[in-house]
């Protein structure tokens, strides 16, 4: 029988793998190991509690104030030991995280299969995200099946001369979003004052510490203070280079709710009552456009531009002048909001772990259905 490995590190692999994890397991045919780094401790235990998940394996490396070559280095020699253990016929990474690198070059070490979800994402900025960028092109390279989540994904993969394994699957972050929503449907977990319109903010990526997050921070400041209708929503990511600016910008503004980073149902409640979704988060730009909810994002360049080409999301980067305009322009301009709001998900349609599924048991020389690609 078939093992397969799948590695999570952070909750974002969590959330993307849980439904492909769920599938597997379910599937008497494949035995599924689930590793985890907890490359983030907290994150990553929140997401495991929601879906029910225990991993097979616990490196628990996280310390505090860790930095890439601590992950990088504890996770490598933990998964030689485990990899070496478990023998896996394949292991199934996700994303573009250290631990999603570090998992596929164990695996490369030992001669075992690596199977890349999410593949081929590209911002062409290897500062920018930091050090995401590096990680997937590298993860790429080390990887037998590349699951391209759409079709600009795999022209990437095409350009940089991979010619074979190359599958459009759509995002399973869709998918996971589908599973909440289902859960959701008879809850009402936040309680929003209907008269106000909710921006929910998230900023934690390690490019906009210093500067870039004080500016973001005295642009929700200058936002609430011009528009009296409007509530900002802020989770705020643990790490004290977030924290620190956003406590010391923030904290007393009145209509500026500075809360703990919710459960992902919580969090999935949060944004489908918001109006507009501002973030520097990649997963973020996936999800609210099944949501209706413009995005605007708070980087230089994103590796997702399938939702600014299709119009779900605007480039604002970090200046507080661009930021608080373009807000300005979608409180104000009706027209404006329902062309963001309206547009189909170009990422995904809740299938991408059927269709990954398939294709893995397909490369087993198991049986399989003959599932179409993903096309938006």
Known sequence: MPKLAFIIGTRPDAIKLTPLVDSMKKDTSLETFLIATAQHRKMLDQVLSVFSLSPDYDFNIMIEDQDLFHISTHALAQLKKTYTSVSPDMVIVQGDTTTTFIAALAAFYLNIPVAHVEAGLRSFDMQNPYPEEMNRI???????????????????LIREGFTENIYITGNT?????????NRLKKRDVHKNNKKQKTILVTCHRRENF??????????LREIVHKFDDVEIVYPVHPNPNVLTPVNETLKNI?????IKPPSYFEFIDLMRKSYIVLTDSGGLQEEAPSLNKPVLVMRKVTERTEGIEAGTAIIVGTDKKKIVGTVSKLLTDKNLYNSMSG?????????????IHNYIRKYLNLSFEDIPEFTP
Do not use: V
């Open 173 to 181: 972050a869709i998918d996971a979003l589908y599973y909440a929503l």
């Open 210 to 219: 210093g500067k870039p997050i004080r500016e973001i921070c005295f642009a």
């Open 254 to 258: 009145d209509r500026i709710k500075i």
């Open 138 to 156: 590298l993860t790429d390279r080390l990887s037998t099946l590349l699951f391209a989540p759409t079709e600009k994904a795999r022209e990437n």
């Open 343 to 355: 547009k189909k998900n170009p990422y995904g349609d809740g299938n991408a772990s059927q269709r």
